[in-house]
């Protein structure tokens, strides 16, 4: 969620070849973080889960528990991270796990439409907007919820659902709520609020954020998101919509996330005398030089540009800090066909028009083996030097139409 | 699916208590199929799994199969597992996993049914159905299908799609389609459709089959389900509604799959020799012995009976074999308010109405724990003593109404 999407073709659901050669196709479509491996992998033993041939047979994880497929060591381990890190209120909520934020996503705007409504209530975000919302409205056609696009222009009366993403997917902005009528209900996406991605400036405090795994600490693999609920009817919905479309989570994952968030949250409470990183410094040390490496590449440009964030101070690290966003959010001079020119230097990206903006955008991921990252920068530095080569003095070649 | 939901409501969603006094309600609304823990116990190591903690970290598993969320192991284990067993044809056919084959029946919809019909598709099953089909396809108030209750009765005309559950849930019958209509499209719910359940008799070889795991060895925690596919483009159309719904499936649940369905079907291979059961022998003594228990009770009353099956011969065992369902479909004569009637002896069962048949069928989950079954025994057979002696001449107390 938030970008944990993949793309819905054929061609773009291929990851990029583990071994590269010049011509190799580059995917940066989809967001995959498996640039953090390396970390968990130098932790050994630490985080390795055993789980024996009769464990977790049971559809029931916590029959007292409104979410009653919640594997309690689970629901302790995201409260404790959230206390560690300081970016989510946690007391009082409940939690809400599915398989990923995705299906979460459905949880909330099944837990906040009406079914005796005469009409869908209408859901929006504002563009750019993740490009997954849209597709998850609309998929199924539902008569709970409809897709109405940018929460910019959005003036009708009724009810309304607003997805609030922060740090946003595709641009990195730290958002709020923009409709602000008096029948809307808010949803915070919050994948990207952790401290490698931005600084971390207050615990957040919503009636439903959902965050994942995947984003946190790269297991996208395990398919394992949370909400924070603040109301139980709706936190009870949540889970009815668990239930009728998938009957629980699997425990499996939730246990192997419950260990790594365990262990992710232990080493941040030692890291100001310990010696080694810890995970969200490893995690921000390497999202920094990407997005460096990619800023003095694209300084170089005539044509292309980068969003620009403020330093703010982060409660986590006690420093001033950067934003490292996720995702590229790469703006060109009009006329651009990104598309195209991407394509021909065998690199895939998704156009700004997928996320309810202008075609002038392309979203990057930042999010791919070194080796795939390093050809990109490459590439785009021919690009450059081509596209700047062609604008001489206003004219532009047949490459910018 | 075919049974393996849970209650929709708070009190149903409570499992049996693991500690039983005469006082406990005895929960038996749910197939949560535990009682085969003791049998995945005793096989020790070989089932246990292993990860480390930067394992499956990718959302992507084969980016060359069409369900390129699909951990190849599993994959071959499930073909292996088929050919062994002998209840379905693999040779050719696409493998679609899912959360549970719960969500691959919401997948199984929406591939196919049509975005540009101007009405829903159909969808029907033989009465007395499985209660979650309803749910699941009138919950989202979708508008590509719509739920038209017993296949029996739908003559409607224009494309439908049939469920077709066998063994069924709730009655333990085998099925074929009864609507065979020109535009129908059958899904085979075939969770039961296992040597422990019912003779196999012959490979199945339809266009889209679904078996789950949960039932298969009793794994109901780990949400792993699949389908066997004909068609190459309802493949990528149910694979399609994985990636929006939830961008795929659990690697942990599915390497876990992989390695205990790894492990039954080495086990099958060899039981003509070895001393030990293999692991359908023993679920089927497991299933054998309830069913006659169940039995020997129920026939000492006069107004209580269960569905009588021939034998037949199963070509997984070799021999002549009874069919032994997961859920007994209880009918009563006329007038037996099932719901208090139960209540009043702290049994929760799942009334006939539930399943679009007479209220005067209940259904009572057989994979309950040890004691919990045999403390239901211990309660119907003072039911029946009661009723017994309440039917006499014709004269029926105010218990039966």
Redesign the interface.
Same mark, same amino acid.
């Given at each position: 969620m938030g970008g944990?999407? =993949?793309g819905?073709t054929d061609n773009q =659901?291929? &990851?990029t070849e583990t071994s590269l050669s010049p011509d190799s196709i580059i995917n940066l479509d989809?967001g995959?973080?498996?640039l953090?491996? &390396?970390?968990?992998?130098k932790?050994?033993d630490? @985080?390795?889960? #055993?789980?024996?041939? @009769?464990d977790?047979?049971?559809?029931?994880?916590d029959?007292s528990n409104i979410c009653?497929f919640l594997q309690p060591q689970l629901g302790d381990a995201i409260k404790g991270l959230h206390r560690v890190v300081g970016n989510a209120v946690t007391d009082g909520r409940h939690i809400v796990v599915?398989?990923?934020s995705?299906?979460l996503l459905?949880a909330a705007l099944?837990a906040l439409s009406s &079914?005796s409504a005469s009409h869908p209530v209408s859901l929006v975000a504002a563009a750019p907007y993740y490009s997954?919302y849209k597709?998850?409205a609309e998929? $199924?056609?539902?008569? $709970?919820y409809k897709w109405e696009g940018d929460a910019h222009t959005f003036d009708k009366d009724g009810p309304y659902i607003e997805v609030v993403t922060s740090p946003n997917n595709p641009d990195g902005t730290i958002r709020e709520a923009v409709v602000n009528l008096g029948e809307g209900k808010l949803v915070y996406d919050l994948a990207y609020y952790w401290p490698q991605y931005t600084p971390i400036t207050h615990p957040l405090d919503h009636d439903i954020m959902l965050f994942t795994f995947?984003k946190c600490t790269?297991?996208?693999?395990?398919?394992?998101g949370w909400a924070l609920v603040k109301d139980k009817e709706v936190a009870r919905k949540m889970t009815?919509?668990m239930?009728?479309?998938?009957?629980? #989570?699997?425990?499996?994952?939730q246990l192997?996330a419950a260990k790594?968030l365990g #262990?992710l949250s232990e080493g941040c409470q030692h890291f100001r005398t310990a010696d080694s990183e810890n995970f969200f410094e490893y995690s921000h040390r390497i999202m920094r030089e990407r997005r460096e490496s990619l800023q003095n590449v694209v300084k170089n440009s005539k044509i292309f540009s980068l969003p620009k964030f403020p330093q703010d101070y982060c409660n986590f690290t006690g420093k001033y800090t950067d934003s490292n966003p996720a995702f590229a959010w790469l703006h060109s001079k009009e006329g651009i066909d990104w598309e195209s020119l991407l394509r021909e230097h065998k690199i895939i990206g998704r156009s700004g028009e997928r996320f309810g903006a202008d075609p002038k955008y392309v979203r990057i991921s930042m999010f791919s083996p070194p080796e795939a990252f390093n050809l990109f920068l490459e590439r785009l530095s021919a690009i450059i030097d081509n596209t700047n080569g062609n604008v001489v003095g206003g004219e532009e070649s047949s490459i910018i139409k």
């Open positions: 944990s999407e =993949n819905a =659901n291929k &990851p989809q995959d973080p498996t953090f491996e &390396p970390y968990w992998k932790m050994g630490k @985080c390795t889960l #055993v789980i024996g041939g @009769c977790l047979m049971s559809y029931f994880s029959s009653w599915g398989t990923g995705t299906q459905m099944y &079914p997954g597709d998850q998929f $199924l056609r539902s008569g $709970l995947s790269g297991h996208a693999g395990s398919r394992i009815e919509y239930q009728i479309s998938s009957i629980g #989570v699997s425990k499996e994952s192997r790594i #262990v």
